[in-house]
């Protein structure tokens, strides 16, 4: 019910309102190094809600063809609620409703790790972020340290759909002003993170629809050692501005170019193009030929932006099998589980970039030094993956 309220009419009233330079505030986000306790718990501001348009643009911006994402009809025939929200929108979504808090000042985002998705996210669910901090490594006076972090993606009902671990880089305040401190609280928030997670899953019905999906991303089409060279590329322009705040993400680094021409260093220049986008769009390059007939994105580990990537760059992808097992108990007569390798490359096809590179390309790349071997500068990501594939039939 609404409230009748009547407010006095406004007036004018700069120019009766003196300047007074003394009293400019300049509020700033994220954390420096000094500022990342261990055990801190960040909840994250605004939330995000699923709605139908956005979760159907995301699925075809980044090229997507599983239909559970697409297509209604298809959702429901399978045992879900509704269309599903892609992993990698919710993985996005999560993520960057925490940058404000804990990586916004970030130099480096150094990898993703023993990421789970627990439950699937439909229309209208709405989704809040907490981050709680693991560890603090600092390397020296002047140095950058690294901070290890887990962040959870919680729905309306208080129930985990996603959670991971990632680790960045970030530099030291020095003489700056601190940031924007956390609210006062005598009690951390609680951080229900799942150490032996479930997986929560529809009933899948005794007879799931057919043919929609592609010929060849049957569980029986993988054997451990195939490499999937995904036919096309997808050129980034600048379009990936809008498309990060689109997802809700605050780093100067990826829309504003005034901030990223005045870095010093490789990132100096134009806007880098978040990384989170980099890795959906590589993941959609090779859903039709890998995921089309996934069911569930189990999770992801042991994943790094090798190399940056900005508009006018074209990026390409490559799936390896790395292992495939029937699921767990009454599930495995009808799926299967497939891990997968999934790496990603700029500005050369995937075919050309295997024939140049071969085996190399699926080394990682902070292991090649060790290795005697050079790293790869068009390699720009890596990372493995587990999905749950339907059998045949």
Not at 26 to 46: A, I, K, M, N, S
Not at 165 to 186: C, F, N
């Amino acid at each position: 019910m609404l409230q009748a309220i009547r407010f006095p009419p406004q007036a004018e009233l700069a120019a009766k309102v003196q300047v007074d330079m003394q009293q400019a505030r300049h509020p700033h986000y994220g954390r420096y190094l000094e500022e990342f306790v261990p055990g801190q718990v960040f909840v994250h501001p605004r939330g995000f809600t699923f709605l139908r348009a956005q979760m159907e643009s995301f699925a075809r911006t980044y090229m997507q063809c599983n239909p559970l994402y697409l297509n209604e009809e298809y959702a429901r025939a399978s045992g879900f609620a509704g269309l599903v929200a892609s992993p990698q929108m919710v993985f996005n979504v999560v993520l960057s409703l925490g940058v404000q808090n804990d990586s916004e000042k970030a130099m480096a985002n150094l990898g993703y790790y023993d990421a789970q998705y627990l439950r699937p996210v439909h229309e209208l669910d709405t989704i809040r972020s907490l981050t709680k901090v693991i560890d603090r490594k600092e390397r020296g006076a002047g140095k950058p340290g690294i901070v290890t972090i887990r962040t959870l993606g919680i729905n309306q009902d208080d129930q985990v759909v996603l959670q991971y671990e990632r680790k960045i880089m970030v530099a030291g305040q020095g003489d700056r002003p601190s940031t924007t401190p956390l609210p006062a609280a005598a009690v951390m928030p609680a951080f229900p993170w799942v150490d032996e997670a479930e997986v929560f899953l529809p009933d899948f019905p005794e007879r799931l629809p057919s043919g929609l999906t592609g010929p060849n991303s049957w569980f029986e089409d993988f054997s451990v050692g195939d490499i999937i060279v995904h036919a096309n590329g997808r050129t980034i322009t600048d379009e990936h501005l809008p498309l990060t705040y689109a997802v809700g993400n605050t780093h100067p680094l990826h829309f504003d170019r005034v901030f990223s021409s005045g870095l010093s260093g490789k990132m100096s220049g134009d806007p880098i193009v978040y990384g989170g986008l980099v890795f959906a769009w590589l993941e959609g390059l090779a859903s039709r030929d890998v995921s089309e007939n996934s069911v569930w994105e189990l999770g992801f580990t042991e994943g790094y932006h090798t190399q940056p990537s900005i508009a006018g760059d074209t990026v390409a992808a490559l799936s390896r099998v790395l292992a495939v097992e029937d699921a767990p108990g009454e599930l495995g007569a009808k799926f299967g589980i497939v891990s997968f390798q999934l790496i990603g490359v700029k500005n050369i096809s995937a075919s050309a970039a295997l024939a140049r590179h071969g085996g190399d390309l699926f080394i990682k790349e902070n292991d090649k030094k060790a290795m005697d071997k050079e790293k790869i500068d068009e390699k720009i990501f890596e990372i493995e993956r587990r999905l749950l594939i339907r059998k045949r039939g």
